[in-house]
Each structure stands twice: as C-alpha cells, then as structure tokens.
C-alpha cells in the first residue's frame, strides 16, 4: 500500500486562488499584505512595495525560513540590495517574482514539505 502524505487539512495554509486584489487562503480571503508559511500567517505592516525597509526583511528573517518569495503585485519590481543584506547574511535564499507567480511557487514548494515563506504585496 502506497501511502501519501496528506497536507488538505487546515494546519497547513493553503493558497487556493489570486487576482490583482486578493489571495485566498484555506477558503479566507485576504485583501492586504501578508506573510504566509506553511504552519502560520500574518499580516505584514507595508504600505506597497515603494515603502519598502530593511525593518520588513528583519521581520522575515526572524521567522527563519530556508526561502523567501517576495510577490512584488501584479508586476515583477526588484528591490535594492541593500534591503535584502538581513536574508543574505543569515543564508536565506530569495526570489523575487509577482505576486501570482509566487503563490504558484508556494504551493509547490510547500507540498514538498519546504519551509517556504511568501511575503505578498496585494495592493
């Protein structure tokens, strides 16, 4: 008998749809910015993506994931280095990409059992 890991419960957090206005996770529609891993989510405190900080990647850091993908919104915009120096000094890998692009990217990385996190920009 094969058997499979199972990850449909509500333990894992899910990104089931997306549009240039809202991400909906285990059947919760979020409009605002968030940071989503597999065990958990959180609001994340940005305005858009021009208000970016060093603060905001620190915050990232902080919850130690192996992978940061950065959903910039509907377009691909590649922050300043110097905003990511807090992930590259603790080896934390990014990609920087849109932000429906990035909630693909999740749930592939997430269903390979990836301590991924998504730091989406929606509006």
Not at 14 to 32: F, L, P
Not at 78 to 102: C, H, K, Q, R
């Amino acid at each position: 008998m094969k058997l499979h890991l199972d990850l449909s419960d509500d333990s894992h957090y899910q990104i089931q749809r997306v549009d240039s206005q809202s991400v909906t996770i285990n059947d919760k529609v979020y409009s605002h910015n968030i940071i989503v891993l597999p065990n958990s989510i959180s609001d994340w405190d940005v305005e858009n993506f021009d208000t970016l900080e060093v603060a905001h990647f620190q915050q990232l850091c902080a919850l130690r994931p192996e992978l940061v993908l950065l959903g910039t919104g509907q377009k691909i915009h590649f922050p300043a280095t110097e905003l990511l120096v807090p992930l590259i000094n603790e080896g934390i890998g990014v990609e920087v990409m849109d932000t429906p692009s990035a909630c693909r990217t999740y749930t592939i990385l997430m269903a390979e059992g990836r301590k991924v996190l998504a730091a989406l920009l929606i509006s």
